[in-house]
């Protein structure tokens, strides 16, 4: 991928979105801005040199993504799940951090641990613009309150990663969330400018089934019977688990939908096409995933209304060490929970790994670049695949690619 640019990034589909193009370039150089399909996406503000190219390929988790030959002691590698160390089920102590949270709260629980006991000085995360409700903003939280405003997932796009360089110019130590893909490139800066591990010593992400564009919300607001400019908070769930899509105008209307509607029927036909080639759905490269630990019925997830309930998922000795402490200091509170059991509450996520290499082989026949994956164990989630699944999903990517629709 020696001649990767930013700009062949983009125009190859394989853009995430997360910003760390704008971290790689010099300050100022590159931004991220909404583009007619409704994702963020990188603009030069000039043409950049090789050094900020070479820096862009280098940080970039769209094009490449690589795990090490040796993980931290007592992870071991699953070939669909990835590196594990921990696996329980849980949720947030607190009963309000436990239902504001997108599913029971775990990641908001293990930032408040982190701040409350010194081990960091502020989180950069995601939350609702406070100025327009629809998009997302990048937030410095350093207080428990700072935390619970921005708990919740975002099914919209967010480039936590563009925001890294202010990060870095604030004093003291600070946790980073994202989606994935936002993690894999933090990874990524780490590992080349080692330096920096002392100021991020916790990645927290968590599952992702793909970053769904504006569209998908306008299209929800569409079926509210509202215009994007009475909004005045927008929520996609939290607040009860899975709880609702909810929409408030400045008249007082308050219009809700619940998640099976909104992400099943709406925004899940709205991914971005870099989505649908990630064997990354999982997190891998954080220290703690957090997820969704659905109650299973009749073999699929059940999305009736409950008490929220994460998965916790630590991934490294850091991520080990973290539930711990936050479990006895009564944070966070879980129970174990079996890997076979995620077959059944993660299928997206399951069948997504298995059929990357079918989709990457369809995209090859049509001399598209798909991102490439190193250590993944590709070839084991894929050989899980009967020979006509396989050809299927080949056929069918074919098939979607010949019609420009991935
Ligand atoms: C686009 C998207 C797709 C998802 N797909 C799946 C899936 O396939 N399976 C599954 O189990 N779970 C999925 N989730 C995650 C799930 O909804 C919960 O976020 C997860 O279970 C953690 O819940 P929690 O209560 O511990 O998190 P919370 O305590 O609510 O904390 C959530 C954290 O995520 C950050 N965040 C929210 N939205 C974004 C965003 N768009 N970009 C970056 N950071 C963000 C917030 O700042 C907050 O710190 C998805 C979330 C998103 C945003």
């Known amino acids: 991928m020696a001649e990767m640019t930013l700009e062949k990034i983009v125009a190859a589909g394989l853009c995430s979105g997360c910003g760390a193009c704008v971290f790689a370039a010099t300050q100022g150089a590159v931004e991220m801005r909404l583009d007619g399909d409704g994702f963020l996406r990188p603009v030069a503000l000039r043409a950049l040199n090789e050094t900020e190219q070479f820096s862009i390929r280098q ?11 040796q993980f931290d002691k007592g992870v071991s590698y699953h070939h669909v799940w990835g590196p594990v160390s921990r696996l329980a089920a849980g949720h947030a102590a607190d009963a309000d951090v436990r239902h504001k949270g997108s599913s029971g709260g775990a990641l908001s629980g293990l930032l408040i641990h982190l701040l409350e006991t010194g081990k960091i000085d502020f989180v950069l995360h995601t939350r609702a613009s406070e100025t327009q409700p629809l998009t997302n903003e990048s937030v410095f939280s350093s207080t428990r309150k700072d935390v619970i405003a921005a708990a919740g997932s975002r099914y919209a796009p967010a480039s936590p990663v563009a925001a890294l360089r202010d990060a870095l110019a604030r004093p003291g130590r600070f946790a980073f969330v994202g989606k994935p ?187 598209r670049t798909s991102p490439t994956y190193i250590r993944f164990k590709l070839e084991d989630c894929s050989a899980q695949l009967s020979r006509y699944k396989f050809i299927k999903v080949l056929v069918g990517t074919a098939v979607r690619i010949f019609n420009n629709r991935v």
Request: contains cysteine.
């Open 181 to 367: 893909c936002d993690v894999a490139a933090v990874r990524k800066i780490v590992q080349a400018r080692p330096e920096l591990a002392e100021r991020i010593p916790y990645l927290l992400s968590f599952m992702c089934a793909g970053t769904p564009s504006m569209k998908g919300t306008h299209e929800i607001l569409q079926r509210f019977k509202l215009n994007a400019d009475e909004v005045v908070g927008f929520r996609y769930r939290g607040d009860g688990w899975p709880g609702l899509a909810c929409a408030e105008t400045v008249g007082g209307q308050r219009e809700t939908m619940d998640y099976n509607t909104a992400w099943g029927t709406i925004l899940n036909r709205h991914l971005q096409s870099r989505c649908k080639m990630c064997a990354d759905g999982t997190g891998e490269f954080a220290d703690v995933v957090g997820a969704d630990a659905w109650h299973g019925k009749d073999g699929y997830p059940d999305f009736a209304e409950a008490e929220g309930r994460s998965l916790v998922l630590a991934r490294t000795g850091t991520g080990s060490r973290l539930v711990s402490q936050a479990v006895d200091a009564g944070a966070i509170a879980i129970e174990p929970f079996p890997i076979e059991n995620l077959n059944a509450i993660q299928p997206y996520q399951r069948r997504r790994k298995q059929e990357i290499r079918a989709r990457a082989l369809a995209a090859k026949i049509f001399k």
């Open 59 to 69: 940080f970039c988790p769209g094009i490449a993504l690589q795990h090490p030959e």
